[in-house]
């Protein structure tokens, strides 16, 4: 299994481009997660997704979308990119809701807006 | 609000030091988690637990859900256990990880 698997690794963007960020996993697990992590702060959740078809927003939603059409696949879009969204950006799975399964992360996507 | 607060925020110690992290949370919770991430930014799932302590190797992870506190510890420390120990939170009926901010450890040869 390759896990969870994230791409790009590194990406500069200039202000107002737009970009999509790739995260799969092979575990067949139902719920997905996209995470910010920004220097001395803890990870904050994006969006998550439930299942195919299903997604919903977490703590810091703005200026990003998603889509979840497979169970595999949970790609992140950024319109209109913004200097407050440098960050490193993590993308998690689990077989079911935080409360009762570990998360499994993927390798983190680093991203500077110019 | 639900909130996670470790301690310390940075920790250097001798390699073969006895190493304790902190970690404290506002409500009740269903588990909690301890991560770990590496300088080259992977993070990784040490423990989940909901009671107790566990072990695997030399850390060790207590909580005690009375006073909503839990401990990470590392025996015998060595160099290659430098790393970033994050705690995280999650809640019945909620799918999402409240995160603490971290711990930075760094372990000198």
């Known amino acids: 299994n390759a896990g969870v698997t994230q791409t790009p690794k590194f990406r500069i963007l200039k202000i107002g481009q737009s970009m999509t960020l790739q995260c799969a996993q092979d575990?067949?697990?139902?719920?997905m997660y996209w995470y910010r992590q920004d220097p001395g702060m803890g990870l904050k959740l994006i969006y998550y997704s439930v299942g195919a078809g299903i997604t919903d927003k977490g703590e810091v939603p703005n200026g990003y979308n998603v889509s979840r059409s497979t169970t595999e696949d949970f790609p992140l879009r950024l319109e209109l990119a913004a200097p407050s969204q440098t960050s490193v950006y993590f993308c998690?799975?689990?077989?079911?809701?935080?409360?009762?399964?570990?998360?499994?992360f993927g390798p983190g996507t680093r991203l500077t807006v110019l | 609000k639900n909130e996670v607060e470790q301690s310390p925020q940075n920790l250097t110690a001798q390699e073969g030091e006895f190493i304790t992290i902190n970690c404290s949370y506002s409500?009740?919770?269903?588990?909690l988690h301890w991560l770990q991430q590496h300088p080259g930014g992977g993070i990784v799932s040490l423990f989940m637990?909901?009671?107790g302590k566990k072990k695997h190797g030399r850390l060790i992870a207590t909580i005690n859900i009375q006073e909503k506190h839990s401990s990470l510890h590392i025996t015998a420390s060595h160099p290659r256990d430098s790393a970033v120990y994050i705690c995280a939170a999650s809640y019945f009926g909620n799918e999402k990880l409240t995160f603490g901010t971290g711990t930075r450890l760094t372990i000198i040869p």
């Open positions: 409500v009740g919770i269903s588990a």
């Open positions: 637990l909901s009671s």
């Open positions: 998690a799975s689990n077989v079911a809701g935080g409360s009762y399964n570990e998360q499994f």
């Open positions: 575990m067949n697990h139902n719920y």
